[in-house]
Each structure stands twice: as C-alpha cells, then as structure tokens.
C-alpha cells in the first residue's frame, strides 16, 4: 500500500473512533438524564403529617365510620419515602400515650401518585396496610384511600403537613 492510501485508511479509522465516541457519550448523557428523572420528583415530602383514615369499609360493624389520626414524620429520597409515627386520636379525641400505636410507612412517589406501605404495631397485633395517594399541589396535601388488614378496613385517606406552633 503506498504512503497516499496508508495516510487516507488513518484518517477513516480516525473519523469511524471519532464517531463512535460521539455517539457512546450521547447515549450515555441521555441514559444518565433518564436515570436521574426516574428518581426524582419535584414535590417534598419530607417532615410531619397528620394522617387521617375514614374506616367505610370493615368485617366488625364497631369500626364502621370511625376516624383514625396519625403523626408521622416521612423522609424523601429521590422518589422513595420512608416514615415512622404513632397513632394519636380516634374520632379526633387524643389517645393517652400509653394507647398510642407505632407505625412505620415505606412507599414510594411517581408522578403525583405516592404509593406506600404501613405496618402498624397494635395493641392485640400486628397489622399491615396500603395507602394509595395522590399529591394536591394546590394545598400540598395528599388524599386517596387506604386498607388495612386490622378488621379488614379500608375508605378514605388524607395527610396533610402538621401545623408548625410560631408560624
């Protein structure tokens, strides 16, 4: 081969590296950009709730309508949230701290829906459940429903950010 097709071969397989490097960085800035959408969300939910569940559905007839207050303070990562609380009130009357119930949450947020997890340590037992929320962005509150396998309960749910005292 002489000097003139060596010099021409060097310069294709320089342009087909460049290319090719060009191309590799591309898809990866769009993968990292992908990667990092996926994992965010543009709503905080990290601080105190006050959580409120509306039994309308139960197998014991004594729970039927009866409210169920929470505090629980939620930490955001990313689209993931955990938290833990304790039940306070039943019919908007405050249990004595000895009656309070633990509960710990772990879920998730896409979009303006927040799916999520609880198990709560009861007083007879444990219980599990499910909320299933969506994000108001005009009162920053969420609402949707929720079940539970406590007297297979279920209805209404609404968390709304505690009230911060001084402000």
């Known amino acids: 081969m002489d000097?003139?097709?060596?010099?021409?071969?060097?310069?294709?397989?320089?342009?087909?590296?460049?290319?090719?490097?060009?191309?590799?960085?591309?898809?990866?800035?769009?993968?990292?950009?992908?990667?990092?959408?996926?994992?965010?969300s543009p709503y905080d939910l990290n601080g105190e709730w006050t959580i409120t569940n509306t039994i309308q559905s139960t197998n014991y007839p004594k729970y039927q309508n009866l409210k169920l207050?929470?505090?629980?303070?939620?930490?955001?990562?990313?689209t993931d949230i955990t938290g833990t609380g304790e039940k306070w009130s039943e019919n908007g009357k405050y249990l004595v701290p000895t009656a309070h119930t633990h509960i710990t949450v772990t879920g998730s947020i896409v979009g303006t829906?927040?799916?999520?997890?609880?198990?709560?340590?009861?007083?007879?037992?444990?219980?599990?459940?499910?909320?299933?929320?969506?994000?108001?962005?005009?009162?920053?509150?969420?609402?949707?429903?929720?079940?539970s396998?406590?007297?297979?309960?279920?209805?209404?749910?609404v968390a709304q950010r505690a009230a911060v005292s001084g402000k």
């Open 3 to 40: 000097e003139q097709g060596l010099t021409s071969g060097r310069k294709l397989w320089k342009t087909i590296v460049g290319s090719t490097v060009t191309v590799l960085t591309v898809i990866g800035g769009a993968l990292g950009i992908r990667s990092s959408l996926i994992s965010y």
């Open 69 to 78: 207050g929470y505090q629980v303070f939620l930490t955001q990562k990313g």
């Open 113 to 147: 829906k927040v799916t999520a997890t609880f198990l709560e340590d009861g007083t007879q037992r444990k219980t599990e459940g499910t909320f299933d929320w969506i994000y108001q962005k005009g009162t920053k509150s969420l609402s949707g429903s929720f079940t």
């Open 149 to 157: 396998t406590a007297a297979d309960a279920s209805g209404p749910s």
